[in-house]
Nanobody, 124 residues
Framework: QLQLVESGGGLVQPGGSLRLSCAASGFTLGYYAIGWFRQAPGKEREGVSCISSSDGSTYYADSVKGRFTISRDNAKNTVYLQMNSLKPEDTAVYYC?????????????????WGQGTQVTVSS
């Protein structure tokens, strides 16, 4: 079967750090772009970051730029999201997703495969 599984979420105080993992099974992750999304209660889903496989280029939402870093380890079939200097407004369920493409799509509608999500809570 084909699936993406997120892990690494949890409770952290403001200013703290977490590293999320997105592990793939059933396909080779290195051939696909991978995006991270998040959804907070009462809010719409928003794109957080994306990394391409064609040239390794990365994208970050303005709200996380300079604090979050996306990376991949193709040998482990895993993509990571390192989150530093966390803020309460980062609290959300975080999802990873893959399009059937090596480049990052401009819309979440172009992502074909989605994980189940992992909860990140930033609170003092």
């Amino acid at each position: 079967q084909l699936q993406l599984v997120e892990s690494g979420g949890g409770l952290v105080q403001p200013g703290g750090s977490l590293r999320l993992s997105c592990a793939a099974s059933g396909f080779t992750l290195g051939y696909y772009a991978i995006g991270w999304f998040r959804q907070a209660p009462g809010k719409e889903r928003e794109g957080v970051s994306c990394i391409s496989s064609s040239d390794g280029s990365t994208y970050y939402a303005d709200s996380v730029k300079g604090r979050f870093t996306i990376s991949r380890d193709n040998a482990k079939n895993t993509v990571y999201l390192q989150m530093n200097s966390l803020k309460p407004e980062d609290t959300a369920v975080y999802y990873c997703a893959a399009p059937y493409s090596s480049t990052c799509p401009g819309s979440p509608s172009f992502y074909d495969y989605w994980g189940q999500g992992t909860q990140v809570t930033v609170s003092s």
